[in-house]
C-alpha cells in the first residue's frame, strides 16, 4: 500500500480511553510511555499536534442518556479532554520536550488559547502542541476536531491511535471470527462498508481535502514511532 514517507507535521489524536488505560480518570505509567513515544518522534525532526480526547472521564451523549443537559454534558466532556492534556503535557516535558497546550476554551492559567498560527510557530521551534476542550463546542466529537485542525494546520497525515483494536477490519473482530484487517483502503470504501472507526464528519473532513489518515493500535510495542516511520502498522485510509 502508498504508506507515506517520513511525515513532516503529524496530528496525533489519543482517545480519553488510550488515557485511562480503560479505566476513569489517567493512568501515569500509560501517559509516560505515550510521551516517551512522543518524545522519540519530535526528536528525529517529526513536528507532532495532539488532539486529545476525554471518554475516561465523560461523554456528553452518555451524560444526556443519564438525564443531563446535552449541551452541559458536552462542556463537561470538553473539560474532561483538558486534564488529559495537562497530564501528557507534563509527562512530555519530564522527557524534555517543550510543550505547548492550546485549549478552544479559553482558561488562560492552564492554557493559551487555540491561535492556529502560533501553533504552527511553536512546532517549528520543535515544540509538542497539545490541543484541549475540541472544538469548544458541543456536539462535535475530538475526531473531528482532529481532522480540521490537521487541515487548519497543514498536517499531511492524520494519527488515529485506537484503544482495543490495531486498525480498520472487515467486519467488528469482537464478533466475526472472519473478520480481517485491512492494510489499506478509501474514505469512500470506509463509509460504503459502514465500518466504524472514527466518526463520518472526519472522515468526510479527510476525503474531501485529500488529507490521509492511518489508524492503528494504542496497544503493542512503540507502535506510535512505528506508525509515524511508515512502517507497515494499523490501516490507512487515503482519499
Ligand atoms: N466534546 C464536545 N465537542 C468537541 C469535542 C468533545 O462536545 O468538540 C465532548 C463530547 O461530550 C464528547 C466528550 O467531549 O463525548 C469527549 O470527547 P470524545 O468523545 O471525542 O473523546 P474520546 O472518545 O476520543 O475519548
Known amino acids: 500500500s502508498p504508506r507515506p514517507e517520513r511525515p513532516r507535521r503529524v496530528v496525533l489524536k489519543l482517545s480519553g480511553e488510550v488515557f485511562g488505560g480503560g479505566a476513569v480518570g489517567v493512568d501515569p505509567d500509560v501517559v509516560q510511555g505515550i510521551a516517551r513515544q512522543i518524545a522519540t518522534v519530535t526528536r528525529r525532526g517529526v513536528q507532532v499536534a495532539v488532539v486529545v480526547g476525554g471518554g475516561n472521564f465523560f461523554r456528553g451523549a452518555e451524560l444526556q442518556k443519564r438525564g443531563m443537559d446535552r449541551n452541559r454534558a458536552d462542556y463537561m466532556g470538553m473539560?474532561?479532554?483538558?486534564?488529559?492534556?495537562?497530564?501528557?503535557?507534563?509527562?512530555?516535558?519530564?522527557?524534555?520536550?517543550?510543550?505547548?497546550?492550546?485549549?478552544?476554551?479559553?482558561?488562560?492559567?492552564?492554557?493559551?488559547?487555540?491561535?492556529?498560527?502560533?501553533?504552527?510557530?511553536h512546532l517549528e521551534k520543535g515544540r509538542v502542541v497539545i490541543f484541549g476542550a475540541g472544538a469548544g463546542m458541543p456536539y462535535f466529537s475530538t475526531d473531528t476536531v482532529t481532522a480540521q485542525r490537521a487541515l487548519e494546520i497543514h498536517a499531511d497525515l492524520v494519527l488515529m491511535s485506537k484503544n482495543g483494536v490495531d486498525g480498520v477490519y472487515t467486519a467488528d473482530p469482537r464478533t466475526d471470527?472472519?473478520?480481517?484487517?485491512?492494510?489499506?483502503i478509501t474514505f469512500a470504501g470506509v463509509l460504503q462498508k459502514g465500518l466504524r472507526v472514527a466518526d463520518q464528519a472526519a472522515f468526510s473532513l479527510c476525503e474531501e481535502n485529500n488529507l490521509p489518515m492511518l489508524v492503528f493500535g494504542a496497544q503493542g510495542?512503540?507502535?506510535?514511532v512505528r506508525a509515524v516511520s511508515g512502517e507497515k502498522i494499523g490501516t490507512l485510509i487515503t482519499a
Open 177 to 184: 471470527p472472519d473478520a480481517r484487517k485491512i492494510d489499506h
Open 221 to 224: 510495542d512503540e507502535t506510535i
Open 79 to 121: 473539560l474532561g479532554t483538558v486534564m488529559n492534556c495537562l497530564a501528557l503535557q507534563d509527562f512530555l516535558e519530564k522527557e524534555g520536550i517543550e510543550t505547548r497546550v492550546q485549549t478552544a476554551i479559553t482558561m488562560a492559567q492552564v492554557a493559551e488559547p487555540y491561535i492556529p498560527l502560533r501553533a504552527i510557530r
